[in-house]
């Protein structure tokens, strides 16, 4: 079965800090990987995506994703964090072969201090 | 207006009410999909559209009831709801066949009493 895991319910770092969000992924085929960002009483908003090819990926908002295919990984970054980053970050895997499914992770949800 | 809607935004019902919650994307996508977000649970997905066409229910109770009369339009019909229904319900849209992505609405936060 597919499975998305985010080990981290919360992160809190401090502005102007670095961030790394993980995501792990179970799959039985090649995955579409997907960050998606909700704030507060909103829906979720795309950050970022990967299909195939580099395996680094930028998104919006300064934020990166890497695909590892040996860990299943895809782990979010950001260099330095804003005040406005503060957030819940999901995770979500999809293949073609499951259709237009997509499976979302639990959620991390993002405090930053200042 | 652009992207997915929702309304209303907010929703109290009693669980002897019957309302309706809708969905309306201006993507010109041809998937939609209705989730339900619950504290501390992941997001869950509820109905899959394709093409006006119900594809996938993923073993939702009979008090919720979807209709799409159209690729634009989703509506999520509830009756005798229970107040662990309460949560937040999301809509979704996609273009198939395509690379999955999906927009989503604001959501609509429904409270059962």
């Known amino acids: 079965a597919q499975s998305v895991t985010q080990p981290d319910i919360h992160i809190t770092v401090s502005e102007g800090a670095s961030l790394e969000l993980r995501c792990n992924y179970s799959?039985?085929?090649?995955?579409?990987l997907f960050w998606y960002v909700q704030s507060p009483g909103q829906g979720l908003q795309l950050l970022l995506k990967?299909?195939?090819?580099?395996?680094l990926v930028q998104g919006i908002k300064g934020f990166e994703a890497e695909f590892k295919r040996s860990q299943s990984s895809f782990n979010l970054r950001k260099p330095s964090v804003h005040w406005s980053d503060a957030a819940e970050y999901f995770c979500?895997?999809?293949?073609?072969?499951?259709?237009?499914?997509?499976?979302f992770g639990a959620g991390t949800i993002l405090r930053v201090k200042s | 207006e652009t992207g997915v809607t929702q309304t209303p935004r907010h929703l109290v019902m009693g669980m002897t009410n019957k309302k309706s919650l809708k969905c309306e994307q201006h993507?010109?996508?041809?998937?939609m999909y209705w989730y339900k977000q619950s504290a501390k649970k992941p997001l869950e997905l509820m109905f899959v559209?394709?093409?006006?066409?119900?594809?996938e229910n993923n073993s939702v109770p009979s008090r919720f009831s979807p209709e799409c009369p159209n690729s634009s339009h989703l509506f999520l019909h509830l009756h005798t709801l229970q107040p662990e229904d309460s949560a937040l319900y999301l809509c979704?849209?996609?273009?198939?066949?395509?690379?999955?992505?999906?927009?989503f609405g604001p959501g609509t936060r429904l409270t059962v009493l």
């Open positions: 990967y299909f195939s090819g580099d395996t």
């Open positions: 799959y039985g085929a090649t995955p579409y």
């Open positions: 993507l010109g996508h041809n998937a």
């Open positions: 979704a849209s996609s273009q198939p066949g395509a690379d999955n992505e999906q927009f």
């Open positions: 979500a895997v999809g293949a073609r072969e499951y259709g237009n499914k997509l499976v």
């Open positions: 559209y394709n093409f006006k066409e119900q594809t």
